[in-house]
């Protein structure tokens, strides 16, 4: 390789490299991958990815060995991310059958929606609490915008006036905002899936409850972080 000397009036002498090794480089030649590249095709070999599907099913969760409903998120068939739905819950007569029910929709390659409904009334028992903290595991960074909607029954809001009830009846309140998800990590979504039922029945006047009616999550994929 050339090389040539730049003189300047300090006598100093600088020395720029020739440019011929450009002639020959082309960039389809370098076998380069970024590091966020790098630790993504690492976490997609994860255990906890390797054997998750890309859809809605039943299966024990990878990192709490409990069974639940899990959501796999792919891209070209490959799971990058796997959502568990309830497989982190307590109960109080648990019931036999799925209080919530889940579907995923595939926007775009970086765009997720997924949604949690309640099961219909009349299948609950008359007395029955699920508490259900959802979790996602994944090996790319994530947005979540999420929305929340449930449903109370107000039985005891007291009255500042001085009187012992200034109102009773049901009540709907919505709740959104947003969870950034690191790649690598599991990250719970908190005790949003509520299923808290007592109905009217001899010796208790009054039903009661307190109900997640739908949750709505918007995924997107981040290119970093």
């Known amino acids: 390789m050339k090389s040539l000397s730049l003189s300047v009036a300090s006598g100093k002498v600088m020395r720029m490299e020739g440019t011929e090794i450009f002639n020959d480089f082309s960039f ?3 076998p380069f991958v970024g590091l966020g590249n790098a630790k993504r095709m690492k ?4 255990p906890y990815l390797s054997d998750a599907k890309p859809s809605v099913y039943k299966s024990i969760n990878p990192w709490n060995k409990e069974e ?7 891209k070209n068939k490959q799971v990058f991310a796997l959502l568990s739905i309830d497989s982190k819950a307590a109960y109080v007569n648990k019931p036999l059958f799925d209080v919530f029910h889940t579907t995923i929709r595939k926007n775009s390659s970086t765009h997720y929606g997924v949604d949690i409904h309640s099961t219909d009334d009349y299948l609950v028992p008359k007395e029955v609490c699920v508490e259900a903290f959802p979790q996602i595991f994944s090996a790319v960074p994530l947005d979540i915008t999420y929305n929340i909607l449930i449903d109370k029954l107000i039985t005891n ?3 500042n006036n001085g009187g012992n009830l200034m109102m009773k009846g049901t009540t709907n309140r919505m709740m959104n905002g947003q969870i950034f998800v690191p ?3 599991i990250v719970d979504l908190g005790p949003i899936l509520k299923m808290i039922r007592r109905k009217k029945a001899p010796g208790y006047n009054q039903d009661n409850h307190l109900i997640t009616r739908h949750v709505h999550l918007d995924i997107r994929k981040r290119l970093y972080g």
């Open 28 to 30: 389809s030649k370098v």
């Open 43 to 46: 976490l997609l070999e994860h």
């Open 68 to 74: 639940g409903t899990m959501v796999g998120l792919s």
């Open 157 to 159: 809001v007291p009255n």
């Open 183 to 185: 790649a690598g990590e």
